[in-house]
């Protein structure tokens, strides 16, 4: 089984090049991770984990650069602890791991099983999102409003929910990854007004979604449906919605078992990382 316990020497270096370089970075981290294995032989006697209300293990992460293996996740909760510098997201991304909390919880981490995941090429497109594109109600751009998406996603009400999982530390954060061109943001105008947005992660040939808002009918759905069209002339080939919706449902995603999901994403990884800013692809003559 793969693990990633000991973070030194040439794999922390992958890591770092992978923020500095963005290019081959993710390719970098996911071969030089393969060669390293770590000892987790200790998780029955808890010197590394805590253990939930039945007894399974939730590893506790130090302020070393490392996460047990994906496969460890028990209802896809992973591990505790840690911080949110790049190096560590992107090495949680590279991993299938990804934070999920709310404001007052200390960082966790998940790997749900299953996952759900859009293949670029299976994409539907609504028949409310044709017509909404047909009388160009809004404009789509990439990577020109980041802060302002994230917050609009942070701020969004949702049904059934009091709070929000995006705290400004999350927000500061990403923003970072996106000051160093690994975080992207979809925005969709009207009028001059952003009335919608989504954001997520890019490596490799895979692009994470995070989340989405919409403050008039429609909005995010052509900004989704814009990128998920940009990812395939690009030749990222999955988005990782992480787990189900009906929403993200409509537009042909559908739950992977985990394995499947880990192997898709070690083959995506292979191909080189579009660093940001992006900006659409112009239509050819």
Not at 216 to 222: I, L, M, R
Request: net charge positive; aromatic share 10%.
């Amino acid at each position: 089984m793969r693990s990633h316990a000991a973070f030194s020497g040439p794999l922390a270096s992958a890591i770092g090049s992978a923020v500095a370089a963005g290019e081959s970075g993710a390719a970098a981290v996911a071969s030089r991770s393969e060669a390293m294995s770590g000892d987790y032989s200790d998780v029955k006697r808890g010197a590394k984990c805590l253990y939930d209300s039945r007894g399974m293990p939730v590893f506790r992460l130090t302020r070393r650069l490392e996460f047990p293996p994906p496969e460890l996740a028990d209802d896809g909760l992973l591990a505790v602890g840690g911080d949110l510098q790049p190096e560590r997201l992107i090495l949680a991304y590279s991993m299938g791991i990804f934070p999920w909390y709310e404001e007052g919880q200390p960082i966790l981490w998940h790997s749900p099983d299953p996952r759900m995941v859009l293949q670029v090429a299976s994409l539907r497109v609504p028949r409310s999102v044709v017509k909404a594109r047909r009388k160009g109600l809004y404009r789509i751009t990439l990577d020109t409003a980041f802060d302002e998406v994230i917050s609009g996603c942070a701020t969004a009400p949702r049904q059934g929910q009091r709070g929000t999982w995006i705290t400004p530390d999350m927000r500061r954060a990403y923003g970072e990854l996106h000051r160093r061109g690994f975080a992207h943001s979809a925005e969709a105008w009207s009028e001059g007004a952003l009335v919608g947005g989504l954001y997520g992660v890019s490596l490799g040939a895979v692009f994470f979604g995070e989340s989405m808002f919409a403050r008039a009918p429609e909005a995010s759905k052509v900004a989704l449906v814009t990128v998920v069209e940009a990812l395939r002339s690009w030749g990222i080939t999955l988005v990782d919605s992480q787990v189900y919706t009906e929403h993200i449902a409509r537009f042909g995603a559908e739950e992977w078992p985990r394995s499947r999901y880990l192997k898709a994403l070690r083959h995506a990884l292979e191909h080189p990382t579009r660093k940001g800013p992006w900006r659409l692809p112009q239509p050819g003559p």
